[in-house]
C-alpha cells in the first residue's frame, strides 16, 4: 500500500504524517503512540478517502475506506509487513470514524444496524460490533491476503498460516454481550452465541438469532484479531487500596503480589496462549519470572487455577479507572460488569474464584531478586490445550505477608526481562522437546 515516494511532515504529540496519493499514514512505536496517531488521523484535513494506521509492538493495522462504501482494514505484523490480511466489511455504508475518549475509532452505521468499534492493543486489532438491530442476523467480510499465507477456519477460530505451516495471525473465536446491568451473558452462564465460518473465502459471522431476541440491546460481539506470538501471555494484578477496586493495571511494567500498608491484598493473574501449547505429552510446565524487589522475608506467592467462568481481560491501562472492558479487583470483566464468581474478590474466593488446593505450586519470595522459575502442574497446559478446562489462566495469592510488604515481578510490558513458559514435551517414539512460549 504504501509507495517508495513520500514526504514527512511533522504532525502533532511527535507523529509523523505521511502523505501517499489518497493514503496517510502515521507511523508510531508502541502502544502508547496508538492513541496519538488516531488522535492526529482525526484532526488531519480531511481527504476523499484516508487510513489510519495503528501500529504497536507487533501489529500493524490499516483502517480506512478504499472502497466508496465498505469499510476496509489491513492487518499484518510489524516485522513481516509482506504477511498481509485485508477484510473488507461487505454491504457497508461510508461513514466517517468518531475518536473517542478511549483511543478507539467509532463508526456508526458501518452496516445497517450495526456500529463498529476499533481499538488496537500490542499484538491485536479489537473489534466491537455494536448490533442495534434485531433483524441483523450475520456479518460478512471479504478476504484477501498474501499469496505467503493461508487461511483456515475451525472450530469458531480462523487462523493465516505461512507456507511453513506457522500460525501467523488469527481471529479468535467471537463472543457475545447485551447491555442489561445484570450479567456479562444472558442467562449469567452463557454469552450471547455466535459461529465464524468460510463460505466462498469470505468470512461470515453468523448471530445466535434465538439469543439476539432475548438480549437487550445494543448487543456487542468482539471477534478480536491477533498476531499469533505476539500476545502469548497475558499478566496483571488487582487490589483495593484507596478505593482502587475499579482500577486497572493491565498495561503497568512490573505485578505485584503481598499486601499494601493498609493490610489489603494484591493478586497476580497469568494466563497464556492455549493455541500455542505443543503436541504431544507435556511433562512439565514452568513459568519463568524476574523479580525485581523484594519486601517479602518470609513470604510465599501460591498458584491456583482458575475456575472456568472466571474470564478475565488483561486490559490496557497502567493504572486509572476502568471505563472499557480491563479486570479490575471487582471485576473479571469491566464491561458491562461481570463480576468474579466470587462477587468483588479479586479472585480470591478458594474454590469459588480458583480450584482449591491443599499443596498449590509456591514461589518462596524471600532473598529471590533476579530470575526465578515456578514449577507448575502439566495437566493444568493438557487441560487448557485439549479443551478440558476454560484457559482462565492462574493466580498468585500472598501467603505470610505482613501489611507494607510485597515482592513485584516484571511483565510482559517491560522492556527486558519479560515472564515467559518453558514447557517439556514428548512426541512420536518418545523424543523429548523444550518449547519456549513468550520471550525474555
Known amino acids: 500500500m504504501i509507495g517508495p515516494h513520500f514526504t514527512d511532515q511533522s504532525f502533532g504529540a511527535g507523529c509523523v504524517r505521511r502523505k501517499i496519493g489518497n493514503w496517510l499514514n502515521y507511523p508510531v512505536a508502541g502502544a502508547k503512540g496508538v492513541y496519538e496517531s488516531i488522535a492526529a488521523a482525526m484532526t488531519a484535513t480531511r481527504m476523499a478517502k484516508e487510513t489510519h494506521v495503528c501500529e504497536t509492538n507487533a501489529l500493524t493495522c490499516k483502517v480506512g475506506d478504499q472502497d466508496s462504501r465498505e469499510l476496509t482494514y489491513i492487518l499484518a505484523p510489524s516485522d513481516h509487513p509482506e504477511l498481509w490480511v485485508r477484510l473488507t466489511l461487505v454491504d457497508g455504508n461510508k461513514v466517517d470514524p468518531q475518536l473517542q475518549p478511549d483511543g478507539s475509532l467509532l463508526y456508526r452505521n458501518a452496516v445497517d444496524g450495526v456500529d463498529v468499534q476499533l481499538l488496537t492493543a500490542p499484538g491485536r486489532l479489537k473489534e466491537s460490533l455494536i448490533v442495534n438491530d434485531r433483524k441483523v442476523t450475520a456479518l460478512r467480510w471479504k478476504v484477501e491476503q498474501s499469496p505467503l499465507l493461508t487461511m483456515r477456519v475451525d472450530g469458531n477460530v480462523t487462523v493465516w498460516s505461512d507456507r511453513n505451516g506457522k500460525a501467523v495471525m488469527e481471529t479468535r473465536a467471537p463472543w457475545g454481550h447485551d447491555s442489561s446491568k445484570t450479567a456479562l451473558t444472558l442467562d449469567g452462564t452463557q454469552p450471547l452465541r455466535a459461529s465464524l465460518t468460510e463460505d466462498h473465502g469470505d468470512l461470515v459471522l453468523t448471530l445466535d438469532a434465538t439469543d439476539l431476541d432475548k438480549a437487550t440491546l445494543p448487543a456487542v460481539y468482539d471477534p478480536t484479531a491477533v498476531i499469533s506470538g505476539a500476545t502469548a501471555i497475558d499478566d496483571t494484578h488487582v487490589y483495593t487500596l484507596l478505593g482502587r477496586a475499579d482500577w486497572n493495571m493491565g498495561s503497568q511494567n512490573v505485578t505485584y503480589v503481598g499486601k499494601w500498608g493498609d493490610g489489603t491484598p494484591i493478586h497476580t493473574l497469568f494466563r497464556f496462549d492455549q493455541t500455542q501449547i505443543p503436541v504431544g505429552l507435556i511433562t512439565a510446565l514452568r513459568l519463568k519470572f524476574y523479580q525485581s524487589t523484594d519486601r517479602g522475608a518470609n513470604t510465599l506467592s501460591k498458584a491456583y487455577l482458575i475456575k472456568d467462568g472466571n474470564t478475565w481481560i488483561e486490559g490496557l491501562l497502567s493504572g486509572g479507572l476502568e471505563t472499557g472492558l ?29 480450584d482449591s488446593d491443599a499443596s498449590p505450586p509456591t514461589h518462596d519470595n524471600q532473598g529471590a531478586v533476579g530470575w526465578n522459575t515456578l514449577e507448575l502442574p502439566p495437566a493444568w497446559a493438557t487441560a487448557w490445550r485439549d479443551g478440558a478446562r476454560v484457559n482462565n489462566g492462574f493466580v498468585l495469592i500472598p501467603d505470610g505477608f505482613p501489611a507494607n510488604n510485597y515482592v513485584t515481578y516484571y511483565t510482559t510490558d517491560n522492556v527486558a526481562n519479560k515472564p515467559y513458559f518453558e514447557i517439556d514435551h514428548t512426541v512420536g517414539s518418545g523424543a523429548r522437546f523444550k518449547h519456549l512460549l513468550g520471550t525474555r
Open 326 to 354: 480491563g479486570c479490575t479487583w471487582n471485576h473479571a470483566s469491566h464491561l458491562p460488569g461481570q463480576d468474579w464468581l466470587g462477587g468483588h474478590s479479586g479472585c480470591g474466593v478458594s474454590g469459588v474464584d480458583y
